[in-house]
T-cell receptor, first 110, second 110 residues
Framework: NAGVTQTPKFQVLKTGQSMTLQCAQDMNHEYMSWYRQDPGMGLRLIHYSVGAGITDQGEVPNGYNVSRSTTEDFPLRLLSAAPSQTSVYFC?????????FGPGTRLTVT | KQEVTQIPAALSVPEGENLVLNCSFT??????LQWFRQDPGKGLTSLLL?????REQTSGRLNASLDKSSGRSTLYIAASQPGDSATYLCAVAGTYKYIFGTGTRLKVLA
């Protein structure tokens, strides 16, 4: 039972490049979400999904796309990376009450 | 718009001391409140979850209370140890969305 897994752990991109951060879970939770964590700003919600085929925006969605084709996977896409997207990205799932977080992806955009 | 504040931002105490971390929120219409621990460079580990109908939860040396009417939660750590050194985050849940505080960075001195 791996819980929530994220790949890659570290990534360096150049401005304008695209990439996908992967998130997978084996807990069969319907709810999944993506956060970014920046120094002094806590965690901010980017996008979330309440089930396969259903996604919605969080607090800071601009520059990010998501889709949810299966219960298990919730990838986060950066279409054209910008230095302002340098951050640590966390994926989380939720059962009826509690959130469970992945280990994070540290992204640097130069 | 829900806002979550954690005071103090940083705290340094000698080993063995009992301590209280504070979390305040502006909208009392919450679903639940969750306390997390985050070690440097790591993900979030759930410590305690308090549902909106509950007043407190306990786990070992940790006790969390919730007062929705005043918009406050406290995390009490008894007999602190150097291994408790970490950043402690509180998160308030509305419908499908968690709002995080910026955390309290705790250092317990041996």
């Amino acid at each position: 039972n791996a819980g929530v897994t994220q790949t890659p752990k570290f990534q360096v991109l150049k401005t304008g490049q695209s990439m996908t951060l992967q998130c997978a879970q084996d807990m069969n939770h319907e709810y999944m979400s993506w956060y970014r964590q920046d120094p002094g700003m806590g965690l901010r919600l980017i996008h979330y999904s309440v089930g396969a085929g259903i996604t919605d925006q969080g607090e800071v969605p601009n520059g990010y796309n998501v889709s949810r084709s299966t219960t298990e996977d919730f990838p986060l896409r950066l279409l054209s990376a910008a230095p302002s997207q340098t951050s640590v990205y966390f994926c989380a799932t939720q059962d009826s009450y509690e959130q469970y977080f992945g280990p994070g992806t540290r992204l640097t955009v130069t | 718009k829900q806002e979550v504040t954690q005071i103090p931002a940083a705290l340094s105490v000698p080993e063995g001391e009992n301590l209280v971390l504070n979390c305040s929120f502006t909208d009392s219409a919450i679903y639940n409140l969750q306390w997390f621990r985050q070690d440097p460079g790591k993900g979030l580990t759930s410590l305690l979850l308090i549902q909106s109908s509950q007043r407190e939860q306990t786990s070992g040396r940790l006790n969390a209370s919730l007062d929705k009417s005043s918009g406050r939660s406290t995390l009490y750590i008894a007999a602190s140890q150097p291994g408790d050194s970490a950043t402690y985050l509180c998160a308030v849940a509305g419908t499908y969305k968690y709002i995080f505080g910026t955390g309290t960075r705790l250092k317990v001195l041996a």
